[in-house]
C-alpha cells in the first residue's frame, strides 16, 4: 500500500466508527479494489471545506450506493446547485429528449438541466459556485454526450474562473481506441473533437486533454481531477448503475459503439424493448428469423417502429457474448454493412443523423460502395495512430502491454 493511500486510510478510520460508508470505503482501500474518484473522499473532501459546491450528476454518482449529493451534504458540504445532462438526474429520460430544470424533491436543491437548449453553465448558473463537480459515468465512445457536457462545463468554469473538479470513473472501453476521426467540418454535440468513435480514456484524463490540448482555452489550474485508485488499463469492472436508459446491460455497453451508428439509419436497435443496443431489425428484414416488437417503456416513450414488428438480429445476451462479437469492445461494422446490403431501399437506409455520428461523410460513402469491414478500418489507421500519440500524453493510468 503506497503512502497516499495509507494515509487516506489513517483519515477514514478516525471517522469510521460513527459513518459506514468511510468503513466500507476503509475496507476496499485495504483490499486494493477499485476506488472511482469519488470513493476517494479523504483526497477532495479537504478542497471543498468552506466553498460553495455546484455538482454536475446523475443516477451513477454513487458512494457505495449512495448519491454524491446526499453523500457530501451528510458529510457537511455547501451544496448549493446540482447539474443534470442528457437523460435528466433522476436518468429517466428519453434520449435527445429535453429535460426541464426544477428541484430534488429529496434534498430542495435548485436543479438545472446541461441538455436541449442550455448545454452549457451560464455565468447566472455559476454566479454563487466556487467549485463545480463533475462526476459521470462515462462509455469511453465519442457520441454519448456526457463528454460533451463535460467540455461544456470546462469552458464555462473557466470563463466564469470557478473551480471544476472531476471525480473520475473507470471506462469500460479504455483499453480500445478504433473507429474514424472526427473531421472539424461535422462537429456537433454528439462529437465536439477530433478523436475516433471509441477514444479509450476517463472522464479525468480527457479533460486534461481537452485543456492540455488548448481545445479549451483557459488557466489549467482551474481544472483538478481526482484519479481511480487501483486502476489500470487492465482492469475490468462491471458498471453497478447503468449509464443510461436504454444501456441496461454491460452486453449492451460493449455493443453500443457500433449498433449507435444505426441510429443514423432507418433500423432500430431495439429501443422499446428489453434488450436495446443488443438487438438491431426493421420491418421490412422478414428474411431474419429473429424479431422484436417495440414499446413504450421508460427512457423509450416513442420508440421507433412502436407495435411494429421488426426482424433482424440478436447479438449477444450477455457480457461474455458480447465481447466476444465485438473482438473486446472493437467497432464492428459487419451488421451496418450487412443490413444496408439487405435492406430494399437503399436510397432511404441512411438519414442525416449518420455522418454526425461518424463524424466523416467518407463512412456512408464506403459502405455504399461495397467496401468490406476490414478495408474500412484500414483507412482510419493513420488518423488513429495521430490520435494515440496525443492521448499518450494524457493516460493516468498504465496503458495494457
Known amino acids: 500500500m503506497g503512502i497516499a493511500m495509507m494515509l487516506a486510510c489513517c483519515v477514514l478510520a478516525c471517522s469510521a466508527q460513527n459513518n459506514p460508508q468511510k468503513t466500507e470505503i476503509k475496507k476496499k482501500m485495504e483490499s486494493q479494489e477499485l476506488l472511482t474518484g469519488a470513493d476517494r473522499i479523504s483526497s477532495y473532501l479537504p478542497l471543498l471545506e468552506g466553498k460553495q459546491v455546484g455538482l454536475l450528476v446523475n443516477p451513477t454518482s454513487e458512494v457505495n450506493g449512495v448519491l454524491l449529493p446526499d453523500t457530501l451534504l ?3 458540504v455547501k451544496v448549493v446547485k446540482i447539474f443534470s445532462p442528457e437523460h435528466g438526474f433522476r436518468g429517466t429520460a428519453d434520449a435527445g429528449a429535453a429535460v426541464k430544470s426544477g428541484r430534488d424533491e429529496k434534498t430542495g436543491l435548485p436543479v438545472i438541466s446541461l441538455y436541449g437548449n442550455h448545454k452549457k453553465p ?3 448558473d455559476l454566479k454563487d459556485i466556487d467549485v463545480l463537480v463533475y462526476d ?3 462509455v469511453g465512445v465519442r457520441f454519448y454526450t456526457y463528454i460533451s457536457t463535460l467540455e461544456y462545463a470546462l469552458e464555462a468554469c473557466i470563463e466564469n474562473k470557478v473551480s471544476l473538479m472531476v471525480l473520475d470513473r473507470p471506462n469500460p472501453l479504455v483499453d480500445v481506441v478504433d473507429g ?3 473531421e472539424a467540418a461535422h ?6 473533437q477530433s478523436i475516433p468513435v471509441i477514444y479509450g480514456m476517463t472522464p479525468g484524463e480527457y479533460a486534461e486533454m481537452l485543456i492540455g490540448e488548448a481545445w479549451v482555452k483557459g488557466d489549467q489550474k482551474l481544472l483538478t481531477v481526482i484519479p481511480c485508485a487501483n486502476y489500470t488499463r487492465e482492469s475490468k469492472c462491471t458498471l453497478p448503475v447503468a449509464p443510461s436508459p436504454n444501456l441496461k446491460s454491460m452486453a449492451a455497453i460493449y455493443l453500443y459503439p457500433s449498433l449507435c451508428l444505426f441510429e443514423g439509419t432507418v433500423i432500430s436497435v431495439g429501443r422499446g424493448t428489453e434488450q436495446p443496443f443488443q438487438v438491431f431489425g426493421h420491418p421490412q428484414l422478414k428474411d431474419y428469423p429473429f424479431s422484436f ?5 421508460p427512457g423509450a416513450s416513442k420508440p421507433l417502429y ?3 414488428r421488426c426482424y433482424g438480429r440478436k447479438l449477444a445476451t450477455d457480457e461474455l457474448t458480447a465481447l466476444s462479437a465485438t473482438e473486446g469492445g472493437q467497432l464492428r ?3 451496418i454493412i450487412e443490413a444496408y446490403q439487405s435492406f430494399p431501399d437503399k436510397e432511404n437506409f441512411f438519414n442525416n443523423f449518420f455522418v454526425k455520428l461518424a463524424g466523416t461523410n467518407k463512412l456512408k460513402q464506403q459502405i455504399e460502395a461495397g467496401l468490406s469491414e476490414a478495408a474500412i478500418k484500414e483507412s482510419w489507421q493513420a488518423d488513429l495512430n495521430q490520435f494515440k500519440t496525443i492521448r499518450s500524453k494524457y493516460l493516468l493510468y498504465p496503458e495494457v502491454h
Not at 462537429?187 to 465536439?192: D, L
Not at 416488437?293 to 417503456?297: F, G, N, R, T, W
Open 306 to 308: 412502436k407495435g411494429q
Open 122 to 124: 451560464t455565468t447566472a
Open 74 to 76: 451528510a458529510l457537511g
Open 180 to 182: 474514424p476521426v472526427l
Open 293 to 297: 416488437v417495440p414499446q413504450s417503456l
Open 333 to 335: 461494422l459487419q451488421w
Open 136 to 138: 459521470l459515468q462515462d
Open 187 to 192: 462537429r456537433s454535440f454528439v462529437g465536439m
